[in-house]
Protein backbone atom coordinates (compact mmCIF):
# COMPACT_ATOMS: atom_id res chain seq x y z
CA UNK A 1 0.00 0.00 0.00
CA UNK A 2 2.59 2.59 0.81
CA UNK A 3 4.60 2.00 -2.00
CA UNK A 4 1.19 2.20 -4.22
CA UNK A 5 0.52 5.40 -2.79
CA UNK A 6 3.96 7.06 -2.89
CA UNK A 7 3.51 6.19 -6.63
CA UNK A 8 -0.01 8.35 -6.71
CA UNK A 9 1.74 10.93 -5.01
CA UNK A 10 3.99 11.41 -7.03
CA UNK A 11 2.48 10.04 -10.43
CA UNK A 12 2.87 12.82 -13.08
CA UNK A 13 5.03 15.20 -10.87
CA UNK A 14 7.92 14.69 -13.12
CA UNK A 15 6.55 14.88 -16.91
CA UNK A 16 3.90 17.25 -16.00
CA UNK A 17 3.34 21.03 -15.29
CA UNK A 18 4.21 21.65 -11.70
CA UNK A 19 1.94 24.75 -10.10
CA UNK A 20 3.46 26.09 -6.94
CA UNK A 21 2.49 28.79 -4.47
CA UNK A 22 5.43 30.55 -3.22
CA UNK A 23 7.84 27.66 -1.98
CA UNK A 24 4.78 25.23 -1.22
CA UNK A 25 3.95 23.34 -4.19
CA UNK A 26 -0.09 23.53 -5.05
CA UNK A 27 -2.11 20.09 -3.74
CA UNK A 28 -2.46 18.64 -7.21
CA UNK A 29 0.58 19.92 -8.95
CA UNK A 30 1.57 17.65 -11.38
CA UNK A 31 -1.98 15.57 -11.86
CA UNK A 32 -4.38 15.62 -14.36
CA UNK A 33 -8.41 15.98 -13.86
CA UNK A 34 -10.34 14.32 -16.30
CA UNK A 35 -14.11 15.59 -15.99
CA UNK A 36 -17.32 14.64 -17.80
CA UNK A 37 -19.82 17.93 -18.39
CA UNK A 38 -16.75 19.87 -18.13
CA UNK A 39 -18.21 22.90 -20.16
CA UNK A 40 -20.37 24.58 -17.36
CA UNK A 41 -21.99 23.96 -13.90
CA UNK A 42 -21.00 21.52 -11.41
CA UNK A 43 -18.12 20.50 -13.83
CA UNK A 44 -16.74 23.19 -14.75
CA UNK A 45 -16.80 24.79 -11.35
CA UNK A 46 -15.13 21.68 -9.95
CA UNK A 47 -12.76 21.83 -13.06
CA UNK A 48 -11.83 25.18 -11.42
CA UNK A 49 -11.27 24.39 -7.97
CA UNK A 50 -8.94 21.51 -9.12
CA UNK A 51 -7.43 23.86 -11.66
CA UNK A 52 -6.43 26.32 -8.31
CA UNK A 53 -5.05 23.31 -6.75
CA UNK A 54 -2.84 23.11 -9.47
CA UNK A 55 -4.02 20.26 -11.61
CA UNK A 56 -3.98 19.98 -15.18
CA UNK A 57 -7.48 20.03 -16.50
CA UNK A 58 -9.56 17.96 -19.31
CA UNK A 59 -12.84 18.97 -20.17
CA UNK A 60 -14.77 16.61 -21.67
CA UNK A 61 -18.26 17.46 -22.98
CA UNK A 62 -20.85 16.70 -25.37
CA UNK A 63 -21.53 20.70 -26.16
CA UNK A 64 -24.96 19.54 -28.66
CA UNK A 65 -27.44 21.60 -27.72
CA UNK A 66 -30.01 19.96 -28.83
CA UNK A 67 -30.01 16.12 -28.11
CA UNK A 68 -33.47 14.12 -28.56
CA UNK A 69 -35.09 13.15 -25.77
CA UNK A 70 -33.47 15.79 -23.44
CA UNK A 71 -35.77 18.50 -22.72
CA UNK A 72 -33.58 21.77 -22.18
CA UNK A 73 -30.26 22.93 -24.15
CA UNK A 74 -27.10 21.29 -22.83
CA UNK A 75 -23.87 23.40 -23.58
CA UNK A 76 -22.82 24.84 -26.49
CA UNK A 77 -19.42 24.56 -28.12
CA UNK A 78 -18.84 28.70 -27.45
CA UNK A 79 -19.56 27.52 -23.35
CA UNK A 80 -16.44 24.84 -23.96
CA UNK A 81 -14.34 27.23 -25.21
CA UNK A 82 -14.92 29.40 -22.78
CA UNK A 83 -15.38 26.80 -20.07
CA UNK A 84 -11.12 26.46 -21.02
CA UNK A 85 -10.33 29.64 -20.78
CA UNK A 86 -11.59 29.95 -17.74
CA UNK A 87 -9.96 27.31 -16.38
CA UNK A 88 -6.41 28.38 -18.27
CA UNK A 89 -6.94 31.44 -16.56
CA UNK A 90 -5.94 29.68 -12.93
CA UNK A 91 -2.58 28.85 -14.83
CA UNK A 92 -2.68 25.40 -15.78
CA UNK A 93 -3.01 23.81 -18.56
CA UNK A 94 -6.30 22.81 -20.07
CA UNK A 95 -7.83 20.70 -22.87
CA UNK A 96 -10.86 19.77 -24.44
CA UNK A 97 -12.62 16.56 -25.99
CA UNK A 98 -16.00 17.03 -27.63
CA UNK A 99 -17.43 14.10 -27.25
CA UNK A 100 -20.76 11.93 -25.65
CA UNK A 101 -20.35 9.70 -22.23
CA UNK A 102 -22.65 7.83 -23.96
CA UNK A 103 -19.49 6.10 -26.41
CA UNK A 104 -17.03 4.22 -24.58
CA UNK A 105 -14.86 4.61 -27.71
CA UNK A 106 -15.43 8.96 -27.41
CA UNK A 107 -13.70 8.51 -23.83
CA UNK A 108 -11.12 5.94 -23.79
CA UNK A 109 -9.69 8.41 -27.11
CA UNK A 110 -10.50 11.28 -25.14
CA UNK A 111 -7.91 10.25 -22.34
CA UNK A 112 -5.42 8.71 -24.01
CA UNK A 113 -4.89 12.02 -25.65
CA UNK A 114 -4.70 13.25 -21.88
CA UNK A 115 -2.16 11.00 -21.04
CA UNK A 116 -0.32 11.31 -24.40
CA UNK A 117 0.22 15.40 -23.28
CA UNK A 118 -0.11 15.35 -19.67
CA UNK A 119 1.96 12.01 -18.80
CA UNK A 120 -0.95 10.81 -16.39
CA UNK A 121 -4.19 10.45 -15.19
CA UNK A 122 -4.74 10.93 -12.05
CA UNK A 123 -8.35 12.04 -11.15
CA UNK A 124 -11.68 11.70 -12.82
CA UNK A 125 -15.06 13.37 -11.92
CA UNK A 126 -17.90 11.44 -13.69
CA UNK A 127 -20.07 14.01 -13.77
CA UNK A 128 -21.94 14.47 -17.39
CA UNK A 129 -26.05 14.17 -16.49
CA UNK A 130 -29.20 15.30 -17.52
CA UNK A 131 -32.55 15.99 -15.34
CA UNK A 132 -35.97 14.45 -16.26
CA UNK A 133 -38.59 15.85 -14.77
CA UNK A 134 -42.41 14.42 -15.01
CA UNK A 135 -44.86 11.72 -13.93
CA UNK A 136 -43.73 7.83 -14.70
CA UNK A 137 -46.77 7.47 -17.56
CA UNK A 138 -45.21 10.81 -19.00
CA UNK A 139 -42.15 8.86 -20.75
CA UNK A 140 -41.53 7.56 -24.23
CA UNK A 141 -39.09 4.35 -24.49
CA UNK A 142 -36.54 6.48 -25.97
CA UNK A 143 -36.64 9.19 -23.05
CA UNK A 144 -36.37 6.68 -20.15
CA UNK A 145 -32.98 5.16 -22.46
CA UNK A 146 -31.75 8.07 -23.00
CA UNK A 147 -31.24 9.17 -19.34
CA UNK A 148 -30.46 5.74 -18.59
CA UNK A 149 -27.69 5.92 -21.33
CA UNK A 150 -26.21 9.16 -19.89
CA UNK A 151 -26.29 8.81 -16.27
CA UNK A 152 -25.47 5.42 -15.43
CA UNK A 153 -24.59 4.00 -18.43
CA UNK A 154 -22.33 6.56 -19.69
CA UNK A 155 -20.56 6.74 -15.93
CA UNK A 156 -19.81 3.43 -16.41
CA UNK A 157 -18.00 3.99 -19.60
CA UNK A 158 -16.37 6.17 -17.86
CA UNK A 159 -14.87 3.86 -15.16
CA UNK A 160 -14.21 1.78 -17.70
CA UNK A 161 -12.24 3.94 -19.88
CA UNK A 162 -10.02 5.39 -17.08
CA UNK A 163 -9.18 2.33 -15.13
CA UNK A 164 -6.39 1.08 -16.94
CA UNK A 165 -4.95 4.77 -17.00
CA UNK A 166 -5.30 4.79 -13.14
CA UNK A 167 -3.88 1.99 -12.64
CA UNK A 168 -0.79 3.04 -14.56
CA UNK A 169 -0.46 6.11 -12.34
CA UNK A 170 -0.12 3.68 -9.43
CA UNK A 171 -3.90 4.46 -8.09
CA UNK A 172 -6.32 7.44 -8.28
CA UNK A 173 -9.47 9.35 -7.82
CA UNK A 174 -12.99 8.31 -9.50
CA UNK A 175 -15.46 10.65 -7.94
CA UNK A 176 -19.11 10.21 -9.23
CA UNK A 177 -21.87 12.84 -8.75
CA UNK A 178 -25.27 11.85 -7.75
CA UNK A 179 -27.81 13.71 -6.30
CA UNK A 180 -29.82 14.59 -3.25
CA UNK A 181 -32.21 12.99 -5.67
CA UNK A 182 -30.59 9.21 -5.26
CA UNK A 183 -31.07 9.28 -1.56
CA UNK A 184 -35.19 9.21 -1.46
CA UNK A 185 -37.97 8.65 -4.15
CA UNK A 186 -39.43 11.74 -5.44
CA UNK A 187 -42.63 12.00 -7.83
CA UNK A 188 -41.28 15.21 -9.60
CA UNK A 189 -37.98 13.30 -11.54
CA UNK A 190 -39.32 9.84 -10.81
CA UNK A 191 -36.93 8.29 -13.51
CA UNK A 192 -34.01 10.50 -13.20
CA UNK A 193 -34.39 10.12 -9.57
CA UNK A 194 -33.81 6.11 -9.67
CA UNK A 195 -30.50 6.86 -12.34
CA UNK A 196 -28.96 8.79 -9.38
CA UNK A 197 -29.23 6.13 -7.11
CA UNK A 198 -27.93 3.72 -9.43
CA UNK A 199 -24.91 6.02 -9.23
CA UNK A 200 -24.39 5.35 -5.72
CA UNK A 201 -24.80 1.79 -6.36
CA UNK A 202 -22.25 1.50 -9.28
CA UNK A 203 -19.48 3.99 -7.65
CA UNK A 204 -19.87 1.15 -4.27
CA UNK A 205 -18.58 -1.64 -6.30
CA UNK A 206 -16.07 0.65 -7.81
CA UNK A 207 -15.05 1.01 -4.79
CA UNK A 208 -14.76 -2.44 -3.78
CA UNK A 209 -13.73 -3.47 -6.93
CA UNK A 210 -10.90 -1.39 -7.06
CA UNK A 211 -9.29 -0.60 -3.54
CA UNK A 212 -6.17 -2.41 -3.71
CA UNK A 213 -5.33 -0.88 -7.00
CA UNK A 214 -5.28 2.21 -4.54
CA UNK A 215 -8.38 3.83 -6.19
CA UNK A 216 -10.43 5.60 -4.53
CA UNK A 217 -14.31 6.05 -5.33
CA UNK A 218 -16.21 8.37 -3.82
CA UNK A 219 -19.68 10.44 -4.78
CA UNK A 220 -20.90 14.00 -4.25
CA UNK A 221 -24.58 13.79 -3.47
CA UNK A 222 -25.90 17.65 -4.33
CA UNK A 223 -28.67 19.36 -3.34
CA UNK A 224 -31.13 21.86 -5.39
CA UNK A 225 -27.89 23.85 -7.39
CA UNK A 226 -28.03 26.78 -9.50
CA UNK A 227 -27.15 25.05 -13.18
CA UNK A 228 -29.06 24.78 -16.42
CA UNK A 229 -30.39 21.50 -15.50
CA UNK A 230 -32.26 22.84 -12.64
CA UNK A 231 -32.98 26.35 -14.16
CA UNK A 232 -34.87 25.70 -17.16
CA UNK A 233 -38.53 26.16 -17.68
CA UNK A 234 -39.71 22.45 -17.76
CA UNK A 235 -38.65 21.90 -14.30
CA UNK A 236 -39.28 25.33 -13.02
CA UNK A 237 -42.81 24.42 -14.01
CA UNK A 238 -43.09 21.20 -12.46
CA UNK A 239 -42.01 22.88 -9.28
CA UNK A 240 -44.33 25.59 -9.14
CA UNK A 241 -47.05 24.38 -11.45
CA UNK A 242 -49.39 27.17 -9.52
CA UNK A 243 -46.85 29.76 -10.82
CA UNK A 244 -47.45 31.98 -13.85
CA UNK A 245 -43.49 32.24 -14.73
CA UNK A 246 -41.33 31.01 -12.14
CA UNK A 247 -37.94 31.82 -11.75
CA UNK A 248 -34.95 29.54 -9.73
CA UNK A 249 -35.41 32.31 -7.17
CA UNK A 250 -39.16 31.87 -6.76
CA UNK A 251 -38.46 27.77 -6.25
CA UNK A 252 -35.20 28.57 -3.57
CA UNK A 253 -37.59 31.39 -1.58
CA UNK A 254 -40.38 28.48 -2.03
CA UNK A 255 -38.13 25.90 -0.55
CA UNK A 256 -36.69 28.03 2.13
CA UNK A 257 -39.30 27.30 5.18
CA UNK A 258 -38.65 23.52 4.23
CA UNK A 259 -34.92 23.53 5.34
CA UNK A 260 -33.17 23.33 8.10
CA UNK A 261 -30.54 26.27 6.98
CA UNK A 262 -32.05 29.57 5.44
CA UNK A 263 -31.01 28.77 1.68
CA UNK A 264 -32.79 27.06 -0.83
CA UNK A 265 -30.16 25.75 -2.90
CA UNK A 266 -26.65 25.21 -3.52
CA UNK A 267 -23.89 27.12 -6.07
CA UNK A 268 -21.77 25.50 -8.04
CA UNK A 269 -19.10 26.28 -5.82
CA UNK A 270 -20.01 24.59 -2.69
CA UNK A 271 -20.49 21.19 -4.87
CA UNK A 272 -17.11 22.07 -6.28
CA UNK A 273 -14.98 22.19 -2.86
CA UNK A 274 -16.93 18.50 -2.03
CA UNK A 275 -15.06 17.41 -5.35
CA UNK A 276 -11.55 18.80 -4.29
CA UNK A 277 -11.45 16.96 -0.83
CA UNK A 278 -12.68 13.45 -2.83
CA UNK A 279 -9.76 14.40 -5.02
CA UNK A 280 -7.01 15.73 -2.39
CA UNK A 281 -5.04 14.06 0.39
CA UNK A 282 -7.48 14.45 3.17
CA UNK A 283 -9.66 11.43 1.63
CA UNK A 284 -6.01 9.11 0.59
CA UNK A 285 -7.85 5.99 2.62
CA UNK A 286 -11.38 7.29 2.17
CA UNK A 287 -13.81 4.92 -0.80
CA UNK A 288 -16.94 3.66 -1.29
CA UNK A 289 -17.95 7.09 0.47
CA UNK A 290 -21.62 9.08 -0.20
CA UNK A 291 -21.25 12.91 0.76
CA UNK A 292 -24.28 14.73 0.93
CA UNK A 293 -24.07 18.44 -0.03
CA UNK A 294 -27.09 20.18 0.87
CA UNK A 295 -28.26 22.91 3.16
CA UNK A 296 -29.49 20.52 5.60
CA UNK A 297 -31.97 19.31 2.74
CA UNK A 298 -30.61 15.57 3.02
CA UNK A 299 -30.93 15.83 6.65
CA UNK A 300 -34.65 16.52 6.02
CA UNK A 301 -35.12 13.78 3.77
CA UNK A 302 -33.38 11.21 5.45
CA UNK A 303 -34.01 12.15 9.08
P1 LIG B 1 -25.52 21.24 -16.53
O1 LIG B 1 -26.58 20.91 -17.49
O2 LIG B 1 -25.22 22.66 -16.22
O3 LIG B 1 -24.14 20.57 -16.97
C1 LIG B 1 -24.08 19.26 -17.46
C2 LIG B 1 -23.06 19.19 -18.57
O4 LIG B 1 -23.02 17.83 -19.04
C3 LIG B 1 -23.43 20.07 -19.78
O5 LIG B 1 -22.32 20.84 -20.17
C4 LIG B 1 -23.81 19.05 -20.87
O6 LIG B 1 -23.52 19.49 -22.17
C5 LIG B 1 -22.97 17.85 -20.46
N1 LIG B 1 -23.53 16.58 -20.97
C6 LIG B 1 -24.81 16.17 -20.96
N2 LIG B 1 -24.95 15.00 -21.59
C7 LIG B 1 -23.70 14.64 -21.99
C8 LIG B 1 -23.20 13.53 -22.68
N3 LIG B 1 -24.01 12.56 -23.14
N4 LIG B 1 -21.87 13.46 -22.91
C9 LIG B 1 -21.04 14.45 -22.50
N5 LIG B 1 -21.47 15.55 -21.85
C10 LIG B 1 -22.79 15.63 -21.60
O7 LIG B 1 -25.90 20.44 -15.21
P2 LIG B 1 -25.25 20.35 -13.72
O8 LIG B 1 -26.30 20.74 -12.77
O9 LIG B 1 -23.92 20.97 -13.65
O10 LIG B 1 -25.14 18.76 -13.62
C11 LIG B 1 -23.94 18.05 -13.39
C12 LIG B 1 -24.27 16.81 -12.58
O11 LIG B 1 -24.79 17.21 -11.31
C13 LIG B 1 -25.32 15.90 -13.20
O12 LIG B 1 -24.92 14.55 -13.06
C14 LIG B 1 -26.55 16.18 -12.35
O13 LIG B 1 -27.43 15.08 -12.33
C15 LIG B 1 -25.93 16.46 -11.02
N6 LIG B 1 -26.78 17.20 -10.07
C16 LIG B 1 -27.26 18.44 -10.38
C17 LIG B 1 -28.07 19.10 -9.46
C18 LIG B 1 -28.66 20.46 -9.74
O14 LIG B 1 -29.58 20.87 -9.04
N7 LIG B 1 -28.15 21.20 -10.69
C19 LIG B 1 -28.37 18.51 -8.24
C20 LIG B 1 -27.86 17.25 -7.96
C21 LIG B 1 -27.07 16.61 -8.88
Redo the contacts with the bound molecule.
Sequence with gaps: FGAAAAAFMGAGAASAQTATSGEVPKELAGKTAFI????????LASAEELARAGANIVL?????PN?PNVQYP??TPD?LAAAQAAVEAHGVSCMTYR????SLEDQQAAMQQAVDRFGSLDIVLA?????QVGPIESFSPEDIATVYD??VA?LIKTTQAAVPHLRDAGGGRLIY?????GRVGNDLFPVYTST?WAVIGFAKSAAVSYGRDNIMCNVV?????R????DNEVVLRAMMPDAANPTFDDVSAFLEPFNPIPVGHLE?EDVAKSVMFFAGDATRNMTGEVLDVSYGSAARNIG
Design positions: TGGARGIGFDIATLLSDGDVRNAGVSINGVSSGLKAPGLVTPLAV
